[in-house]
């Protein structure tokens, strides 16, 4: 029960909330855990998404709530539009000035 919100959402567009998004529900995304097969939902917060200079090296990472394991999965293009936009946190690995 410790939720400790830091939300540094600052260059998040306006324009996002406009893009589909009724709900003012915080969104989950459901995702596996490839070493207990558990499935379940993780809020935005619970995830990481890591933007390497390429595909290869774009990533998002979790940590399974069932077993503790660290989980990290390829991320193409669209499932990083769902992340960014529900707000997940952002690491870019590669820089463009
Ligand atoms: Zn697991």
Redesign the pocket.
């Known amino acids: 029960m410790s939720e400790s919100v830091k939300s540094g959402t600052s260059g998040m567009s306006v324009a996002a909330a406009f893009a589909g998004m009724r709900s003012v529900a915080p969104v989950v995304f459901r995702a596996g ?1 490839p ?2 097969r ?1 499935r379940f939902e993780l809020a935005a917060s619970a995830l990481r998404l890591a933007i390497g200079a390429s595909s290869r090296t774009t990533f998002y990472s979790f940590t ?1 709530p ?4 660290a989980v990290r999965k390829p991320a193409g293009e669209r499932i990083v539009e769902l992340l960014t936009g529900g707000g997940v946190r952002t690491l870019r690995l590669h820089s463009t000035l």
Not at 66 to 69: I, K, L, Q, V, Y
């Open positions: 855990c070493d207990c558990g399974c069932e077993c503790g394991a």
